[in-house]
């Protein structure tokens, strides 16, 4: 019984941790990733006086990231499932559960990747003129850690 009633706290552990990391994950993601109304967009719309051609540029190159991104989040949340999964099935650090975990990092590394890839999709976007205060307004955005 006593076998049972630490498998039992441990899974619990497990679960309170994987919620933990999903929820991270979560934040992270949408932390790092430029949403349409987010403070960089608004910051690069208040910075950059954008022609008719450039916010069209521009919504487009954002519809297709947003594709790229639901992509992406929906691997994460797979790769998050599996790792509940693999930790379920073994309450500790085994390589199960280091599979998994490597599988979440991947699809985290990717969503940042092709957050960054359509980051600079945008800055090309806009005509040369513009660029150096989409720069700033980015980098600034990025010291500050807004999204």
Same mark, same amino acid.
């Given at each position: 019984?006593?076998?049972?009633?630490?498998?039992?706290?441990?899974?619990?552990? *497990?679960?309170?941790?994987?919620? +933990?990391?999903?929820?991270?994950?979560?934040?992270?993601?949408?932390?790092?990733?430029? @949403?349409?109304?987010?403070?960089? #967009?608004?910051?690069?719309?208040?910075?950059?006086? +954008?022609?008719?051609? !450039?916010? $069209?540029?521009?919504?487009? /190159? =954002?519809?297709?990231?947003?594709?790229?991104?639901? =992509?992406?989040?929906?691997?994460?949340?797979? $790769?998050?499932?599996?790792? $509940?999964? *693999?930790?379920? /099935?073994? %309450?500790?650090?085994? %390589?199960?559960?280091?599979?998994?975990?490597?599988?979440? @990092?991947?699809?985290?590394?990717?969503?940042?990747? @092709?957050? +960054?890839? #359509?980051?600079?999709?945008?800055?090309?976007?806009?005509? %040369? =003129?513009?660029?150096? $205060?989409?720069? !700033?307004?980015?980098? =600034?955005?990025?010291?500050?850690?807004? %999204?």
């Amino acid at each position: 019984m006593r076998n049972r009633s630490r498998k039992l706290i441990l899974a619990a552990l *497990a679960g309170v941790c994987v919620g +933990l990391l999903v929820f991270a994950g979560i934040v992270v993601g949408r932390n790092t990733i430029p @949403e349409h109304e987010t403070d960089l #967009h608004e910051m690069l719309h208040k910075a950059v006086p +954008l022609d008719d051609n !450039e916010k $069209a540029v521009l919504e487009a /190159k =954002e519809r297709a990231f947003m594709a790229r991104r639901g =992509e992406i989040e929906a691997h994460l949340r797979v $790769a998050n499932a599996e790792l $509940a999964d *693999a930790i379920a /099935k073994t %309450p500790q650090w085994s %390589p199960g559960v280091e599979s998994a975990m490597r599988q979440v @990092e991947a699809a985290a590394a990717r969503l940042q990747r @092709e957050t +960054l890839i #359509h980051v600079f999709e945008m800055r090309a976007g806009l005509r %040369p =003129e513009h660029r150096s $205060a989409y720069d !700033e307004v980015l980098l =600034e955005s990025l010291r500050r850690g807004a %999204p």
